[in-house]
C-alpha cells in the first residue's frame, strides 16, 4: 500500500472540505489551532530568558498532547508533509510550531498558502508550495514576547495594588480609550444655540431655507433674543433668489469588507457582536455543504486590505453586465491603508454565481445574513456610480442669507444592489431675482450634545483608524475588557438596540493607575508605533531583537518605579469581627461579585456572601427564624437566610404561568408557552415538557415554529 501525502489544516472542517478536493492519494488532518505555546516556567514564569537574546521556551498544553501524538503517527506514516494552516501571521507560526515539534524539515517546501477554500485554489497552493516564512514567524514571536512580559508584568502589579484581573499591551489601549470618552462626556458643558429656517411654498412645491450667513459671516445664534430679532426681520418679507446652482453629481460605492468595516456593519445592520460575527465568517470561509459539494463561500476573513483580485473581478463585471446591463459596469477601485499589512485581498465571496438566494437553502438564518451582507457589497463595489441631479438655491432677505438644496436620482447604479440612507428632495423651478414670501420663519432651540460612547461597531473604527491591533486581535480585545470586569454594554439613549461601552469603577481606577505610572507605554501613539514594528519584522527590515531590547529596559524601570510608589488598595473593612478568628471582616472581590471574608485570609477561610443593606422587609427563616436577605449569587439575587451557612434555607421563587405564544412546536405539534426559568429568564419551549423538550433557540436557528391557525368564528 502506498503511503499518501499528508495536510495539515487548522481546522477540522477545514480539513473535510479540502480532502473532498484532493481525492485519495492525500490526507488531510486539523491541528486543532497552535500546538504550543510558551512555558511558564523559568525566571519570573515567563517562558522568556531575557539575558539570552529573549530566547524562548515552548510547551504543548496538556489539551493538546493527544492531538500532537496523533499527528507524529500520521506523519511518519506520510509520504509527504504540507503544512497549510490559515494565511497569516499566527497561521506562520503554527505551521513553524507544527514543523519543529513533528520533525517536518524547515529547509523544505512544504508550506502552502491559500486565500479560499475552493479547489482551483487548493490544487493552485499544491503546485506553489514555499519554504515557511521565518520573517513572519519572528513578527509573530516578537508580539507574544511583548505579550507575555508586559501581560504578566502589569497583571501581576495592579492585582497586588488594586486587585484589577489583567492588563495588556492593546486591551488597555482600548479601556483608555473608553474611559478618556467618559472623561469627556462628564466635562462636557452643553451650550445653546439656535437655527433659523423660512418654509416658502412655489407653484406646488414646498421646500425649507436654511440660514447660512449674516451680513456674508456664518451665522451663529446664541440665544431666543437673538433669534426673535431674526425672524420678525424676515416673517413676511419678501426673499430674493441670488444663485440656482444645477449639476450631476456622482455618489461611489462603498470599498469591498475588511475585518473591521464588515464587523462595524454586522453590528449596525444585523445587531451581531464582533465575536458572533467573525464565528460566523470561519463557518462561510472554511466551507458550506452546497448539494453533493463543499465549498468555501467567502475569502480569508481577517484582512486589512481591500483589494480584489483581476480574476474575480473579470468574473465579476462579466456578471454584473449580464444581470443588470452594460451601464451598472463601474470601475475597479482599492484604497491604501498605511497600517495595511495587505497580505490578502478584501473578504468577499469566492464564486460570483453564488448568490445569496441561490444558496440560501444550504445557509443558517445567521449564516445567511452575513454572507448576504458580503456578497451584496462587494458586487456593489464593482458597479457604476449612483448619478444625482443636484440643486442648491440661495435666498437674501436683507443682511440675511439662506440656502436650500435638494436632488433627484437620475441613475441609481450600485443603488440597485446596495441601498443606502439618503432620500430625494425636489427643489422648485426657480431664477436668479425671483422674489419668494415665506409661509413662515421660526428658529428652533438646540443644545451642543456631548460625544458619544463607543459601540463595539465605533470601538472596532476608532482601533482600526489609530492603527492598535489587528483584524485578527479586535473581537478578543472587546471579549477581554468586558470579561475582566472594566467596562459593561448597556442601551445607549440614542437607540434602544445599539448598546454602548461604559467603564466600571475598577476600569476606571485601572486607566487612572496606567495613565500615572505607564503612560508612555499604555497610550495610542506607543502602541500603533509597535504595530508598524511587527510590520516591519515580518518584512525582513527589522529584526526582533531590535524591536524587543528597545522596549524591555524602559518598561522594566516603569515597573520597579510602580512598585515602590502605586498606593495599594486595601479592602473595604465592614466594622465587624470574624466569629472564627476575630479578626476584621472586609469586604473582597471574588469571580461572581463582592462577598465578606475574614482579613486574615489565608490562614482564616471564614466567608459568607455580601448581605443586602437595604431595609427592606423579607420576613423570618422558616427553619432558624433569623431574619432573610436578599444575597447575590451565580445566576442573579436570591432571598436566603442571613445565618448562612449554619442555615442553607433558600426562598423559592414563585414563578408565574406560562403564557401562550399563539404558535406550534415543529417537533410535536403542541402549543409553545412562554416560561420563566428558575434563574428568572424567559424562554419559549414546548407546552408537552417533558415528553417534548424542545426550546425556541436564542439566536433563531433551528426549526420555526409554526403559526396557529385562527379559527372563522375566533
Known amino acids: 500500500m502506498s503511503k499518501k501525502n499528508l495536510i495539515i489544516v487548522e481546522s477540522p472542517s477545514k480539513a473535510d472540505t479540502i480532502e473532498k478536493y484532493l481525492g485519495d492519494q492525500y490526507e488531510v488532518v486539523a491541528s486543532k489551532g497552535h500546538i504550543c505555546d510558551l512555558a511558564t516556567t523559568g525566571k519570573g514564569g515567563l517562558g522568556i530568558d531575557v539575558d539570552n537574546d529573549f530566547r524562548t521556551s515552548y510547551a504543548i498544553p496538556a489539551s493538546k498532547k493527544t492531538t500532537v501524538r496523533q499527528l507524529k503517527s500520521k506523519v511518519e506514516k506520510a509520504d509527504k508533509v504540507l503544512l497549510a494552516t490559515d494565511p497569516d501571521r499566527e497561521g506562520e507560526a503554527i505551521a513553524y510550531h507544527l514543523a519543529?515539534?513533528?520533525?517536518?524539515?524547515?529547509?523544505?517546501?512544504?508550506?502552502?498558502?491559500?486565500?479560499?477554500v475552493t479547489k482551483p485554489a487548493v490544487v493552485k497552493a499544491m503546485d506553489n508550495a514555499r519554504k515557511v516564512d521565518?520573517?513572519?514567524?519572528d513578527s509573530q514571536e516578537t508580539r507574544r514576547i511583548l505579550d507575555r512580559i508586559i501581560g504578566f508584568k502589569l497583571s501581576t502589579l495592579l492585582?497586588?495594588?488594586?486587585?484589577?484581573?489583567?492588563?495588556?499591551?492593546?486591551?488597555?489601549?482600548?479601556?483608555?480609550?473608553?474611559?478618556?470618552?467618559?472623561?469627556?462626556?462628564?466635562?462636557?458643558?452643553?451650550?445653546?444655540?439656535?437655527?433659523?429656517?423660512?418654509?416658502?411654498?412655489?407653484?406646488?412645491?414646498?421646500?425649507?431655507?436654511?440660514?447660512?450667513?449674516?451680513?456674508g459671516k456664518k451665522a451663529k445664534i446664541s440665544n431666543k433674543e437673538e433669534a426673535d430679532i431674526i425672524v420678525n426681520d424676515c416673517d413676511n418679507q419678501p426673499f430674493t433668489v441670488s444663485a440656482v446652482k444645477e449639476e450631476v453629481?456622482?455618489?461611489?460605492?462603498?470599498?469591498?469588507?475588511?475585518?473591521?468595516?464588515?464587523?462595524?456593519?454586522?453590528?449596525?445592520?444585523?445587531?451581531?457582536?464582533?465575536?458572533?460575527?467573525?464565528?460566523i465568517a470561519q463557518k462561510l470561509y472554511e466551507g458550506v455543504s452546497i448539494g453533493s459539494s463543499a465549498t468555501g463561500l467567502i475569502t480569508?476573513?481577517?484582512?486589512?486590505?481591500?483589494?480584489?483580485?483581476?480574476?474575480?473581478?473579470?468574473?465579476?463585471?462579466?456578471?454584473?453586465?449580464?444581470?443588470?446591463?452594460?451601464?451598472?459596469?463601474?470601475?475597479?477601485?482599492?484604497?491604501?491603508?498605511?497600517?495595511?499589512?495587505?497580505?490578502?485581498?478584501?473578504?468577499?465571496?469566492t464564486n460570483i454565481e453564488n448568490t445569496p438566494d441561490a444558496i440560501k437553502k444550504f445557509l443558517s438564518n445567521d449564516e445567511y445574513k452575513l454572507y448576504k451582507l458580503i456578497y451584496e457589497r462587494t458586487i456593489a463595489a464593482l458597479m457604476a456610480d449612483a448619478l444625482y441631479n443636484s440643486k442648491s438655491i440661495i435666498l437674501n432677505c436683507g443682511q440675511y442669507e439662506y440656502?436650500?438644496?435638494?436632488?433627484?436620482?437620475?441613475?441609481?447604479?450600485?443603488?440597485?444592489?446596495y441601498p443606502e440612507n439618503g432620500d430625494d428632495s425636489m427643489l422648485p423651478t426657480l431664477t436668479e431675482k425671483q422674489i419668494l414670501i415665506p409661509e413662515k420663519v421660526e428658529g428652533k432651540q438646540h443644545f451642543t450634545e456631548p460625544p458619544l460612547r463607543y459601540s463595539e461597531a465605533r470601538l472596532i473604527k476608532a482601533m482600526e483608524e489609530n492603527?492598535?491591533?489587528?483584524?485578527?486581535?479586535y473581537a478578543t480585545i472587546v471579549d477581554t475588557i468586558v470579561k475582566r470586569g472594566y467596562v459593561k454594554l448597556e442601551k445607549s439613549a440614542e437607540t434602544s438596540r445599539t448598546k454602548v461601552f461604559v467603564p466600571t469603577e475598577q476600569g476606571v481606577l485601572t486607566t487612572r493607575k496606567l495613565d500615572e505610572f505607564f503612560s508612555s507605554v499604555i497610550n495610542v501613539k506607543y502602541t500603533a508605533n509597535m504595530e508598524k514594528q511587527l510590520d516591519e519584522i515580518a518584512e525582513g527590515k527589522m529584526s526582533k531583537l531590535t524591536s524587543l531590547n528597545e522596549f524591555y529596559n524602559p518598561f522594566m524601570e516603569l515597573i520597579d518605579i510602580a512598585k515602590d510608589n502605586m498606593e495599594k488598595l486595601e479592602p473595604v473593612k465592614t466594622g465587624e469581627l470574624c466569629p472564627e478568628c476575630g479578626g476584621e471582616l472586609v469586604i473582597r472581590k471574588g469571580k461572581y461579585g463582592e462577598f465578606v471574608a475574614c482579613s486574615n485570609y489565608p490562614k482564616c477561610k471564614y466567608h459568607h456572601a455580601l448581605e443586602n443593606e437595604d431595609d427592606t422587609d423579607h420576613g423570618t427563616c422558616p427553619e432558624c427564624g433569623n431574619r432573610l436577605v436578599e444575597k447575590r449569587g451565580r445566576y442573579g439575587r436570591f432571598i436566603a437566610c442571613s445565618n448562612y451557612p449554619e442555615c442553607k434555607y433558600i426562598q423559592k421563587n414563585e414563578r408565574p404561568p406560562a403564557k401562550e405564544t399563539g404558535q406550534l412546536c415543529p417537533e410535536c405539534n403542541s402549543p409553545l408557552v412562554e416560561r420563566v426559568s428558575r434563574f428568572n429568564t424567559t424562554f419559549v419551549g414546548c407546552s408537552n415538557y417533558p415528553k417534548c423538550r424542545y426550546i425556541v433557540p436564542n439566536n433563531n436557528r433551528g426549526s420555526k415554529p409554526k403559526k396557529v391557525a385562527k379559527k372563522k368564528n375566533d
Open 100 to 116: 519543529t515539534t513533528l520533525d517536518i524539515g524547515l529547509d523544505e517546501n512544504n508550506r502552502v498558502v491559500f486565500h479560499e
Open 134 to 137: 521565518m520573517d513572519l514567524v
Open 159 to 215: 492585582n497586588s495594588k488594586i486587585k484589577s484581573k489583567s492588563a495588556g499591551r492593546v486591551q488597555s489601549v482600548a479601556l483608555k480609550l473608553i474611559v478618556d470618552r467618559e472623561d469627556e462626556i462628564n466635562a462636557f458643558i452643553s451650550e445653546e444655540y439656535w437655527s433659523i429656517a423660512a418654509d416658502f411654498k412655489f407653484e406646488e412645491n414646498s421646500f425649507v431655507a436654511d440660514l447660512t450667513k449674516i451680513a
Open 249 to 279: 453629481k456622482n455618489r461611489k460605492s462603498r470599498l469591498p469588507y475588511i475585518t473591521s468595516t464588515l464587523q462595524q456593519d454586522a453590528s449596525v445592520k444585523l445587531n451581531f457582536s464582533s465575536r458572533k460575527t467573525m464565528q
Open 300 to 349: 480569508y476573513m481577517r484582512t486589512d486590505s481591500n483589494r480584489l483580485s483581476s480574476i474575480f473581478v473579470t468574473a465579476a463585471k462579466d456578471y454584473i453586465k449580464k444581470e443588470y446591463g452594460e451601464k451598472y459596469v463601474g470601475k475597479y477601485r482599492s484604497k491604501a491603508n498605511k497600517n495595511a499589512q495587505d497580505a490578502h485581498e478584501a473578504i468577499r465571496p
Open 403 to 417: 440656502s436650500a438644496t435638494g436632488r433627484t436620482l437620475i441613475f441609481d447604479g450600485y443603488l440597485k444592489v
Open 467 to 473: 492603527g492598535i491591533g489587528r483584524p485578527s486581535t
